[in-house]
């Protein structure tokens, strides 16, 4: 594979930092998560708070339907890279062009697989939720790790 793939030791931080905007006011935002205990739903609540920020700062209509979606994708994206990939990870929300485009970064580069639906399997359908709510979906390497983009219209 050519490092990208197309679908359509954690810091130490006091459990309260376990996540940290860059800038609170911007149509973009990188979260630092170090792992600790809460911190996937740090991410969550960061996710509906950096939504609720673009629509009333920014002045972007972002329907509450969109919200749930949304930090579902990132609760299943961070819970992987938390659980496979030794070292921080970082997640960027951004919206652009009525998209919000939700990055994680992790240090691991191997590539998440596609598997097929399976009924009988137990755990690993993280994947396939995020493929069934998102416009599109890429698995990048980078020099160090890996970033995974999901982009979730706002509207349609």
Known sequence: MNGVSRFAGRESVPPEECCRTADAASADATIALDGANGCIADARDRTAEFLRRAETERGLPVPARTVEPAQLVVSELVTNALKYAPGPVLLRLGVADGTLEIEVWDTDP???????????????????????????????????????????????
Do not use: C, N, S, Y
């Open 110 to 156: 191997t590539l998440p697989p596609a598997r097929a639906a399976d009924a009988g399997r137990v755990g690993q359908h993280g994947l396939e939720i995020v493929l069934a709510v998102v416009r599109d979906f890429e698995a990048r390497r980078e020099p160090v790790g890996k970033r995974v983009t999901a982009r979730l219209a706002l509207f349609e």
